[in-house]
């Protein structure tokens, strides 16, 4: 585990940034780091308080998770979003992510279009992903789980038509609509940047083909710039210069006295968030133990191309506190051990 205590945490991370890891030069990387929230805020007082910890712990962004029906409550999210934009108007928001495929796509484009308008240009970041964990959902929609992930590519297509087209003729697989307007158009010119969730090799060139950026979970720091490598090896193939491409990535956390401690935590608040055993995934995947194992753990990420990072606090309890302990404790750790945050200063 990297030793982030002192000020060995600046050589530590600089070498980690110069690395061994595969890198594409296809992938522009952002010069700054942003770290995210993910909102769990079931009604509007949890709302008000959670936004004013999140903000005031220093975070860039807020993200909420989208499930039509999960193992327990989740709201929607583009709504969710929505209200706490209006209580907020400095954070950049993002769907952490969104099931395009259980959705029409014209109504999913007026949504988010809305979205986008009501928070301002520049201020939501649409991840989508394909899910199908829970086939039950799938049913719920009237949606044949197997046909997600070409659901999710067509819609894509007719997303970014409908949001840039006066007006739009589409014949495809799975949707077909003859001269459709939808209108206002997003604020953000050529609508929202749609960051493409998922780890498998199919979300990852659904990211190089169609997305703005990437936003993976449960994956090793390896595997993620393993990633974004075939990423922009994909982009090029297609012919697209990306002049702009978040690399982002989600993560589990949990602060404790120590990683073992933290293990417990996270291992029996995912596993019955997900309604399985997550005593490896946790382990392997997540961020846990002081904030100097966060931070390390941070590190790796930072090291293979992630500059964004949407943290959720694996917790039963004391989400709130985790979120500021990892503000105060842990995000001005890593921020003063990158190369892009020191040379601002």
Partial sequence: MV????????????????????????????PRLRFGAQAWAFDGERARRTIKRIAEAGFDSVWAGDHVSFT????DPLI???????????????TGVYLLALRAPAA?????????????????????????????EWQACGVPVAERGG?????????????????????????????????????TVGGPPIWIGGRAEAAQRRAARLGDGWVPYVITAKRYAEGLDFIGREAER??????????????????????????????????????????EPARRYGALGTPADVAAKIAEYVAAGARDFVLDAAVDSGREEQLER?????????????PGERSSD
């Fill in 3 to 30: 030793d982030f205590g002192g000020v060995s945490a600046i050589p530590v991370l600089d070498e980690l940034v110069n690395g061994d890891f595969p890198m594409s030069d296809a992938i522009p990387l952002a």
């Fill in 72 to 75: 327990g409550p989740v709201n």
């Fill in 80 to 94: 969710e979003i929505a209200f706490l934009g209006a209580l907020e108007s400095h954070l950049l928001f993002g």
């Fill in 108 to 136: 999913t484009a007026k949504m988010v279009a809305t979205v986008d308008r009501m928070l301002g240009a520049g201020r939501f970041i649409f991840g989508v992903g394909v899910g199908g964990e829970f086939p039950r």
């Fill in 151 to 187: 659901r999710t590519n067509e819609a894509l297509e007719i997303i970014k038509r409908l949001w840039t087209e006066p007006r739009v003729t589409h014949r495809g697989r799975y949707y077909s609509f003859e001269d459709v307007a939808v209108e206002p158009h997003p604020a």
């Fill in 238 to 279: 297609a012919g697209r210069r990306l002049e702009r491409f978040g690399t982002g990535v989600f993560l589990f956390f949990t602060l404790a006295e120590n990683h073992e401690r933290a293990h417990q935590i996270a291992t029996a608040s995912l596993s019955r968030r997900y309604a399985m055993d997550f005593t």
């Fill in 326 to 338: 990892i503000g105060r404790e842990v995000i001005p750790l890593v921020r003063a051990s990158f």
